[in-house]
């Protein structure tokens, strides 16, 4: 048993928040994000050909948020004899495991060096880079907006360059599932 009631931790609120916003924007209004899978990648790492089918729930969608280096990402069909598609997927780029593509095989056999950097942005005296007031955003899942934007502000000025060094080499993705169906409330009544 992949998931257990035994075995879990408040799903962050940050990350709950970004995917509530882009299951709203999709028109998935009743996706909870309970689960995620983050993978980190060095220049040298794959991911082998697999299927992701070990929550209760295979009929809401995925989301995959990637930062840092580029990849090549594979996606088949239901079999392995399907031959699969190759994207490239750079930073920031959001991949919907959705309907047909929910189940389907998909790997990743190659990290590529990203042609654009956008975290060396933050090196420039503060171009371009616009905290949000959030007075003005109605939150679903943040409980301490606050916090967050005071750490958000506190690593722009004095942390980036340690995460600006690590994703110079490395990706990030951030692989975001719902576990249960409407209305199941624990993965021990299903
Ligand atoms: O790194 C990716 O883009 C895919 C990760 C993935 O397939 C997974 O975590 O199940
Ligand atoms: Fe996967």
Redesign the pocket.
């Known amino acids: 048993m992949v998931y257990t009631e035994s075995n879990k931790s408040k799903f962050p609120e940050d990350l709950a928040e970004l995917s509530d916003v882009l299951a709203k924007y999709l028109g998935y209004s009743d996706f909870t994000a309970e689960a995620a899978?983050v993978?980190y990648?060095h220049m040298n790492s794959t991911?082998s050909a697999?299927t992701?089918h070990s929550e209760v729930n295979l009929k809401a969608p995925?989301f995959?948020f990637?930062f840092g280096q580029s990849?090549i990402?594979l996606i088949g069909g239901r079999d392995k004899s399907v031959e699969p598609s190759a994207l490239l997927?750079n930073s920031g780029d959001i991949?919907v495991?959705s309907k047909e593509a929910r189940l389907c095989y998909?790997?990743?056999p190659k990290i590529l060096p990203a042609t654009d950097s956008p975290w060396d942005v933050l090196d420039a005296p503060k171009t371009g880079i616009i905290i949000p007031d959030n007075k003005n955003i109605n939150f679903k899942y943040v409980s301490q907006s606050e916090d967050i934007m005071l750490s958000m502000t506190e690593n722009i000025d004095n942390k980036w360059h340690r995460f600006r060094d690590y994703i110079k080499e490395s990706?990030i993705?951030m692989?975001v599932r719902q576990v249960l169906n409407e209305n199941q409330t624990s993965i021990l009544t299903q």
């Open positions: 899978i993978n990648y991911l697999h992701d995925l995959s990637s990849a990402f997927i991949v495991m998909h790997a990743v990706r993705n692989n």
